[in-house]
């Protein structure tokens, strides 16, 4: 299985990115997938969960602001942010929930005036 992200970029405090990530070498629609995002120097952490069936779970720091979705057709998740703060600077992973496939390169996200 191949997972690679992409959308990230430089943006100002209080703007937005639309990450996607697209899976390839697996069937895709009975998986709960996940965006996890890792900060320097810190552990990586848990973002967001987008459930194979309806539902969603988010980090209480960023409920509100990021918006998780999925097209089953193109094999892709994504995660739009809304009103970025400093600190969701960090490179962000998806994968799938439970049993990880291997990581993907990331795609890195700067919030900075």
């Known amino acids: 299985v191949q997972l690679v992200e992409s959308g990230g970029g430089l943006v100002q405090p209080g703007g937005s990115l639309n990450l996607s990530c697209v899976a390839s070498g697996t069937v895709f629609d009975i998986h709960s997938m996940a965006w996890y995002r890792q900060a320097p120097g810190k552990e990586r952490e848990w973002v967001a969960t987008?459930?194979?069936?309806?539902?969603?779970e988010y980090l209480e720091s960023v409920r509100g602001r990021f918006t998780g979705s999925r097209d089953n057709a193109k094999k892709t998740t994504y995660l739009q942010m809304n009103n970025l703060r400093s600190e969701d600077t960090a490179v962000y992973y998806c994968?799938?929930?439970?049993?990880?496939?291997?990581w993907g390169p990331g795609t890195q996200v700067t919030v900075s005036s």
């Open positions: 994968n799938r929930l439970r049993d990880p496939w291997n």
């Open positions: 987008i459930y194979s069936g309806q539902g969603f």
